[in-house]
């Protein structure tokens, strides 16, 4: 944590100018019976302040509801801005899932530079500008966005908006450190050149989720290790969070499900870092109640490790303008000692959970 701290502050924040790229992008969005979310960043791609070129493609997942009337009633709009919105609706034999849909919707696209992101997702209006500022500075072969979880409304998305927040900055610094750990499909940009010549999302085709680290490591295992992560308020991507518990939990499973398909020594020996200290901590808790050890040595082993993690949440939520997210550390950081057990449990014995009206087992 330390030096991930270190790491962190260390790396400026990008100053872009829209000076212009001659790289044509597209815009991918997967989407499954979103009707009643789209219109988000739909909304919010209108509003794109470029000089770039570039175009908006809307991948169907097989919806079942109105996703596509929705869609359809802003390709004029986009149209009168000068840009295409396509809508790819599948056919018969085409694959189900996210990744099948982003296949689609990337080998369409007519942009050089591909950038993702999700249905339930909204970008400020110099978004676009930003990322093509940044690509033409560094020449990046994959670029990992900032994304964050909003609106916060309860303690319950308010702790899953800074446990996020711990995750974005861990992976931000991480790369800043050339030892990537995760990268989140909600801003990820990446040549469209690169993507077919490493094989797309055939590296980690059979998890259901995924689709954005194992095409990082897919990239990384082909030679293609100029990635670098985007640090700028510019290109913060907002998601949505859950809002129910159960949600939530099918969601983590689904989250926890990838890590099997890891073939790359930094996440799994991080993760293993992060499982011992966990499970350690709790273990003296344990201990402590029972009798067999000192109280304080769990509380300080407790104080220690919140230390380290709340410099970082600091930093992060400094850099997303989210710093009354902090006033929920102390009861997250306990929370979070259990609630990973729970992500250890549904790692080692499998579970069905639910994804977009379709059932799935890890």
Not at 65 to 79: H, M
């Amino acid at each position: 944590m330390f030096k991930l701290n270190l790491a962190w502050d260390k790396e400026p924040e990008f100053i872009s100018a829209d000076n212009g790229n001659n790289l044509t992008a597209s815009i991918v969005i997967p989407a499954r019976n979103e009707e009643n979310v789209i219109e988000n960043i739909l909304t919010s791609l209108l509003h794109q302040q470029t000089s770039g070129k570039w175009e908006v493609i809307v991948s169907d997942d097989f919806s079942d509801d109105n996703t596509a009337i929705v869609v359809s009633g802003y390709i004029e709009k986009f149209k009168n801005k000068g840009v295409n919105l396509h809508l790819i609706t599948p056919g018969k034999e085409d694959g189900i899932g996210k990744k099948a849909a982003l296949s689609r919707g990337i080998l369409a696209a007519s942009g050089e530079l591909i950038i993702t992101t999700d249905a339930d997702c909204v970008v400020p209006e110099r978004w676009l500008s930003t990322i093509l500022s940044f690509q033409m500075n560094t020449n990046a072969s994959m670029i990992l966005l900032p994304v964050e979880l909003a609106p916060v409304t309860n303690f319950f998305t308010g702790f899953q908006a800074l446990e996020f927040a711990g995750l974005m900055g861990s992976g931000a610094a991480s790369m800043f450190r050339n030892k990537p750990l995760m990268s989140n499909g909600a801003g990820l940009v990446f040549l469209k050149s690169d993507f077919v010549e490493t094989g797309g999302y055939s590296g980690g085709d059979k998890y259901v989720s995924g689709d954005d680290t194992f095409l990082m490591f897919s990239f990384l295992q082909n030679g293609k290790k100029k990635i670098q992560f985007l640090k700028s308020r510019n290109a913060i991507v907002s998601a949505a969070p859950v809002h129910t518990l159960g949600l939530f939990i099918q969601q983590r499973i689904r989250w926890i499900s990838k890590v099997k398909g890891y073939k790359q020594h930094t996440p799994l020996i991080t993760g293993l870092r992060v499982s011992l200290a966990n499970v350690s901590l709790l273990g003296l808790i344990i201990l402590a109640l029972s009798g067999t050890v000192d109280p304080l040595l769990p509380l300080g082993a407790f104080v220690i490790k919140s230390f380290f993690e709340f410099i970082l949440l600091y930093h992060v939520s400094s850099f997303l303008g989210r710093r009354k997210l902090l006033l929920l550390f102390l009861p997250s950081a306990l929370i979070v000692l259990f609630y990973f057990m729970f992500s250890l449990w549904f790692l080692l014995f499998p579970a069905t959970f639910q994804w977009k009206n379709r059932s799935f087992k890890n």
